[in-house]
């Protein structure tokens, strides 16, 4: 569609809202033509020696008979691809190319069609966009990668950051059976002044990024009819409430304003209470959603709980004023009905998504606690949890876990005799959740199982090796489970298990042999001082025929049907029988009321993401959550590092919020020791931050990202940049450097009009309303605090804006 076209249905739609019931438009997008750039070929034809393509640099490549072609559209957006794969090439691999537009252009988002070329961790493209008043400003695009190592069977994520899904790719003269992906991600842009260029990344030397695809939503700038609004997506999910008694589906409705930024005022703006529902054959709205403030240049998500709808049914969304007058309907939107029976099918299970309940939680407890908590060492910048790697890796004098073992318990002492020491003598589960509560946690996931294949639960007939027949001799899992459910309901409880048993080289579970890969071979441990012929013993083995089979599957089915757990958050993946697992996971939970959550480490079907030790520097529309320890450097307990050097109130909170302003949980791991006991640093800090989160959580808890961005991009010289959340009825600025001078400046046009009341966050509870300005034409916010208010926090400074609802 072109642009002249979009601007004039959005003229008409703004004189239809004002003066009746609007038709909204559909949401716009224009693919930008990117052949003129292509200097890769990602596609091989199948049987095709001359097709031959290296996507990689190492010969690797795309099967060609799955990728679209054309004129394509994915999510409601159209990208311009190659005609036809395998023959030319067919993608931009970045090296400081510059897109021009045909002519400068405001725009609302911009759309990305792209693969990084490493099969690691993400790695961050910077694009620059260049405007037409010579201002630039970088996009931090996450780059994931066009393959990960999951061993898995051909799956279809349903997941709008991952579009393509196959089960290989072409390498060398066969094929590598790990999914092979194309990512999505879209990001709004600054609408201050018109787009004129995309310079793209300079190249790398690994984890290149090849872009397939562009698109702009281009903006609207006739502002003589009120708001421009656009319908950006309406997703039948698999969430869910219970709502006077009926299971209602949680519709997330997306609605844009597709105005420039610098049109802002009440006359362009839904700045009252207007209600979102959903109509359609078969559909009742049982709850509907609540907009009260889309300012031009946002968007706003709500939920609709909706009853009725079915496969391939259709349905409109519907826009009420505050008088309960239907001003606005969308074109149809298909829908799906909810799921009330998981089956084992990967189509169906990669649907499932995380809950309201984790969605709002924002923040949770790690602990690593096992018999790696006895020796609790490790040198700088390694984990303390892998010990028993560490001692043989290598296994000589270069080695300073080599070394710490040998001079501190001798050549004669092996992992599995720190078994006894490991007591959790001083384990209390009742001050245990007691300190999560105190520390602001709204879940924790406590790691029953590592990778040395000690478990704290009880494990049945699969293997003895646990802390039930061992060691304490107590069910830990259990008691930490059900204390919590008991004690402190409103704290979901969450289970970490690692798929294989220890790793790399020399490896231990003699019952994953069968599965062993690369890194992970399986077998007995040699013996750290006396490598040839002697192999440690895995004490508590039982005889059993197949280790998925017999022991992962039982245990994983074990803690979500014996224990309740409500998070598996599993680690490595590799070979497993994730999809039996994950039917009865949500079919258990379904049947009691619940609604799961299982992370991207179990080898299939991921609801979110989990960088380690890494947060993302961009708002990522799919869920993700970061984990680090309390430990700069470690999970478990490692008593080399100095109790300064743990993340204190500060670290903590100001990492917190900047992960949830980018749609992100943070998830904080402490250390116990064997004996179970929190050590006072780790305590002192998590209760510092804790203290901050009972006055200020409400920038924290159950709020939204800002579409706009998670982030002022230019702040005061001297200082970090504040960062922002969003409410149905309030936005939040959250300074990480205090404020000086009586005033809080912040250099972006947020959504704040006249008559709306700014308070501060503060020790006994918030401020009197502050006074404000708004400096036009910038924009520039400037809100005035006094000295008192401010030294009485630390950490960071939260305000709170509340909007005047008429």
């Known amino acids: 569609m072109a642009i002249q076209a979009i601007l004039f249905l959005f003229s008409g739609l703004c004189a239809q809202f004002l003066g009746g019931h609007a038709t909204l438009p559909e949401y716009p997008s224009q693919a930008l033509p990117l052949s003129a750039f292509f200097n890769n070929k990602a596609a091989t034809a199948k049987g095709d020696p001359s097709s031959l393509a290296d996507f990689d640099g190492n010969g690797n490549a795309y099967d060609s008979q799955f990728l679209p072609t054309g004129s394509w559209e994915y999510d409601g957006l159209t990208f311009a691809l190659p005609s036809s794969w395998a023959k030319n090439d067919d993608n931009v691999l970045a090296n400081c190319q510059v897109l021009r537009l045909q002519k400068p252009t405001f725009v609302h988002e911009l759309h990305f069609l792209y693969a990084a070329d490493g099969n690691g961790a993400p790695s961050v493209s910077v694009f620059s966009l260049n405007f037409a008043d010579n201002s630039s400003q970088q996009v931090d695009l996450v780059a994931k990668n066009w393959w990960v190592l999951v061993f898995a069977t051909p799956i279809n ?48 030397t690994s984890n290149r990024m090849h872009v397939f695809g562009l698109s702009i939503t281009p903006s609207t700038t006739d502002t003589t009819n009120g708001p421009a609004l656009a319908v950006r997506r309406a997703r039948f999910t698999t969430r869910w409430d219970d709502i006077d008694g009926v299971r209602a589906q949680a519709v997330e409705v997306t609605l844009a304003n597709l105005l420039p930024s610098f049109t802002m005022s009440p006359n362009t703006s839904i700045t009252n209470t207007h209600t979102v529902e959903l109509v359609g054959p078969g559909i009742q709205t049982v709850s509907p959603g609540v907009i009260n403030r889309l300012v031009p240049a946002d968007q706003a998500r709500v939920d609709v709980f909706v009853t009725g709808s079915r496969v391939n049914g259709t349905a409109v969304v519907q826009i009420r004023d505050s008088a309960g007058i239907v001003v606005a309907t969308s074109g149809e939107w298909k829908t799906s009905p909810l799921i009330d029976n998981w089956t084992p099918d990967a189509d169906v299970l990669g649907m499932h998504e ?38 043989r890796h290598p296994p000589n004098s270069s080695n300073p876990t080599w070394v710490h073992h040998l001079e501190t318990y001798g050549k004669d002492v092996i992992y599995d005799d720190f078994i006894p020491d490991f007591t959790a003598s001083k384990f209390n589960a009742s001050a245990w959740v007691d300190l999560f509560d105190r520390a602001g946690a709204k879940y924790f996931v406590l790691v029953t199982k590592h990778l040395d294949g000690f478990a704290l639960f009880d494990t049945g007939n699969t293997t003895n090796r646990n802390s039930v027949q061992l060691g304490p001799k107590r069910d830990l899992v259990a008691e930490l489970l059900q204390t919590a459910k008991a004690e402190k309901p409103e704290i979901h409880r969450g289970t970490y298990y690692s798929m294989p048993e220890w790793q790399v080289l020399l490896s231990f579970s003699p019952d994953y042999a069968k599965y062993g890969f690369g890194l992970w071979p399986g077998g007995l441990a040699h013996n750290a001082f006396n490598v040839s012929p002697a192999l440690e013993p895995y004490t508590g083995r039982l005889n059993i025929s197949d280790y998925l089979e017999d022991l992962q599957l039982p245990q994983m089915v074990d803690l979500a049907v014996t224990y309740d757990t409500e998070i598996m958050w599993c680690d490595i993946g590799g070979p497993n029988k994730t999809l039996d697992f994950a039917a009865t996971f949500y079919n258990h939970a379904m049947a009691q009321g619940r609604q799961v959550t299982m992370n991207d480490r179990c080898g299939f079907l991921p609801d979110f993401d989990t960088p380690e030790y890494a947060t993302f520097g961009s708002i990522q529309t799919a869920k993700w959550e970061s984990s680090e320890g309390i430990d700069p450097f470690s999970y478990g307990l490692n008593t080399a590092t100095n109790a300064s050097q743990y993340k204190n109130g500060t670290t903590i909170i100001q990492t917190l919020v900047d992960i949830v302003s980018k749609n992100g949980n943070f998830l904080l791991d402490i250390g116990p020791t064997a004996e179970g006991e929190i050590i006072a640093p780790m305590i002192e800090n998590l209760l510092d931050a804790g203290t901050w989160l009972d006055f200020a959580g409400e920038c924290v808890y159950d709020t939204e990202y800002w579409f706009p961005g998670s982030e002022d991009p230019n702040p005061p010289p001297g200082t970090t940049a504040p960062r922002f959340t969003t409410t149905p009825t309030t936005f939040c600025v959250v300074a990480f450097s205090q404020p000086e001078g009586g005033k809080v400046t912040v250099n972006k046009r947020l959504p704040v009009m006249a008559g709306d009341e700014i308070v501060f966050l503060r020790p006994g509870g918030p401020s009197t309303p502050l006074n404000w300005t708004v ?9 005035d605090v006094s000295e008192s208010d401010v030294r009485a926090v630390d950490y960071a ?10």
């Not at 400096?775 to 809100?783: A, F, N, S």
Request: net charge negative.
């Open 775 to 783: 400096d036009e034409p910038t924009g520039r916010l400037v809100i």
């Open 797 to 806: 400074w939260a305000f709170q804006v509340l909007y005047k609802l008429e």
């Open 354 to 391: 995380t809950p309201a309940w984790w969605n709002a939680a924002k923040y949770g407890i790690f602990i690593h606690w096992g018999v790696y908590s006895t020796p609790a060492w490790a040198p700088p910048t390694s984990y303390a949890e892998w010990y028993d790697w560490d001692i």
């Open 157 to 204: 994520f349903r997941r709008l950051d991952l579009l393509y899904k196959r089960p290989y790719h072409f390498e060398g003269k066969g094929k590598n059976l790990n999914a092979t992906n194309i990512h999505e991600w879209s990001t709004s842009v600054p609408s201050e002044s018109p787009l004129e260029s995309i310079t793209f990344p300079p190249s790398a």
